[in-house]
């Protein structure tokens, strides 16, 4: 277009365009031009963590004492006492590792530098992912109906799972269990055979990552890469063959690295695999699959809500979903909180009451005169569907500060197992007083109420965002106390976010985080007694 | 003496002024969820409503500046989501006139327009469908031409390729087939081309017009089942108009009126929109030109 303007220029100069003219149009074009390239300055747009293998802070050389969740001790799982680093059998594994690692392509340098030296990270990153990917409500059918996604039929459609906030939650809480109690036990036996690390044993193994003390038999890579694939695989059925192909380029990273010799590597995936039998154990059992409950039960527990209250809470979609979302999750075994009735939440006040109206004007209020900042409030905070969950939002913010603190492996899986199994005793909490209180969300109580954020398919009372984000913030204050003001003060803006949307009662957030604190401190108080000594 | 649109072939002389305000209604109760098509009870009857002054001044008998400030509005006859209203996005262009030949028994026409469109308020674009624009600043380049028989039939093509830049959303975590870490989305650029056949008619009081305009993204993914839309979509537009335009002559000379009707018939990820138009529009001389 440039040059068809300056042909044009030429063209016409000696008709009517004078010089000034002309000058003119090319001034204006270079402003063009000017403008352009300043408004078209595009910001960077992060897929994952953006952070190379760092220091440990500390090896924690005593972490095979801590108590693991799961496992009855350390030792449970018994492994082989490696071969000694003089064998003939070690030296040939030291020169196989020694080739693999002299010629190594761009491919694999990658995937070196993406696993880093603390990969329960990135495990962490792809749990996230692949709730974001699987957090979608079912659409009505033709007729009308929803048909929910079955793990028989994980094809569907829908696809199987639907990766809601306690399906997500109970996610996290089963990686991140079983990675902690396989690196408990890693640890164990890495300081009882005290196999140094095969750069230790030659010098002129190159490591990618900063030589440090740490004993390398059992890999605690390969521990966290196998637990991780197959927990990640029973909860994200369709994705068995991605899975595997990360764990595949995982394990194989720990060869380039320099890290681990093939029997370290071994040994890690034993104790993975074993480890991760345990855990999906305790998965097959614990409620999960009778949480989605048939409409008859639904209807029971309306019913005997309104029987014992004079309330409850109703889909207000179109069309209406016959069944909210898992009304028995209140119903699954907890890690850490002996009963669901000990931590439930007093009874909020009914509609229609002074204290209901108080709260339900204040919604109606900010609907009105949101401001900006409130508005971003309540988007920053939202996690809706197609998003990792509030869950995931603060696994993301615990990532954060494994980063900023430095943490080893073992410790970083610590920080996500007592955060997660907080995180979940909140949702089991959260959704027993739910389902227990059946109360109406302020779309159903306010006539012709608009909202900017969606209503979900639950009840009301307590906010989910609350409770979770409180418990969340309890566990995390607790191993990064630096951080705790500012984990509080993020809890409490989660909190408000819902009533800024429209979507929960200043009582819904309020009991929620006290719910929350409450539900956090129980695993605190576990993570006291480990052992970690922190 | 004629009110213009960046995407049309008229000009206003050096020194003449054009002031529209146009008033469009466009409504959907179906939308493309990728390409399939759907309903979705939770928003019923969409409705979007524009109501856009513009101003057109003539720099030079060739040379055109056109600004634009819509003002947008949106809600839903189902569901619970609240619809907004504002300011969406300034536009300034410019609109050139390359070559005018005559051929045959009429004129052949090539202009070129550069325009440039911003936000105008703090609106948030990931709030569709409801959010009342893209929220991003937008780049087009358009080459128009059009050949007008001195009987006063004529037919039109342009072709303009629009750079769409990031937009700036309140989250600072996205899905896009795949995790994004920040609080940028990729809009995508696009193509757009329009094909125009009209006449003047009444010795030119009245131009009749019928159109067929497609859109298509270069780029983008597309809504998840059941899922909102987002600004990282992969728009696609098929759509066809009518379009009329009343030049008054002796009484409220410089007075024009306009009525347009559009229909979406094909697209990706958008709504399935049909639309109606009513505008005036008055040209008047600023300055003599000697």
Known sequence: MVWALRTSLKLKTH?????????????????????LLITSCENDMPTRANFSSYEFSGLDENGGTWKPVLLSAPTQIAIDAPADVTSSAYLAELASLKSATANLNGTQVEAVEYWTNNPIIRWNEIALELAAKYNLIPGPNADGTYTLPNPANPAGP?????????????????????????????????????????????????????????????????????????ILTAMFPLEKDYLAARAEEHLNSLIWSGSNVASDVEAGKYIGTEVKKI??????????????????????????????????WDNMESPQRPVGLTPLFGKVKMWNVPTVEEVRPGIPPAPGSPAFEKDAQEVKDFAKNLTNEQRKIANWWSDG?????????????????????????????????????????????CWDAKYYYHYPRPIQTIPGFKTILGTPNFPSYTSGHSTYSAAAAEVLSYIFPNEANQCRQWAEEAAMSRIYGGIHYRFDAEAGIEQGKNVGTYSVNKAKADGANQ | MMAQTPSDEILMKKYELCVALTYDHGEWNQYWEGTYLRGNENIGTFTRAIMMPMVAAGITDKLNLLIAAPYVQTKSTGGQIAGVEGFQDVSIALKYEIIKKEIGKGNLKLLGTAAFATPMSNYLSDYMPYSIGLGTNEWTLRGILHYQLDKGMYARVAGAHLWRGQTEVERDYYYNNGSYYTTYMDVPNAWNYNATLGTWLFRYALRIEASYMVLKSTSGDDIRPYNSPQPTNKMEVEQVGFFAQYYFKEKLKGLGVLAYYSQVIDGRNIGKSTNIGVGATYQFKVKDSQ
């Open chain 1, 158 to 230: 829908p696809s199987f799972p639907f990766a809601h906030p306690p399906y997500t939650c109970r996610m996290l809480a089963y990686l991140s269990v079983a990675q902690f109690d396989g690196l408990i036990s890693a640890w164990h036996y890495k300081y009882a055979f005290n196999r140094p690390a095969p750069y230790t044993v030659d010098s002129t193994i190159p490591s990618a990552f900063t030589k440090n003390a740490l004993p390398s038999y059992p890999s605690e890579g390969a521990v966290v890469a196998v637990v991780s694939r197959d």
């Open chain 1, 385 to 429: 569907l197609n998003t990792y969950t509030p869950p995931g939002h603060w696994n993301r913010f615990a990532k954060e500060f494994i980063i900023k603190y430095e943490m080893n492996p073992l410790r970083s899986a610590r920080t996500f197992a007592y955060l997660n199994m907080a995180v979940m005793d909140a949702g089991i909490s």
């Open chain 1, 279 to 312: 855990a999906l154990a305790r998965a097959a059992g614990d409620g999960m699959k009778n949480a989605q409950t048939t409409k008859a039960k639904s209807d029971s527990m309306k019913a005997a809500a309104f029987a014992r209250f004079g309330w409850s």
């Open chain 1, 15 to 35: 008709n009517n365009l004078n010089p000034l003219m002309k000058k003119n149009i090319i001034t204006l074009l270079t402003l063009l031009c000017v403008a």
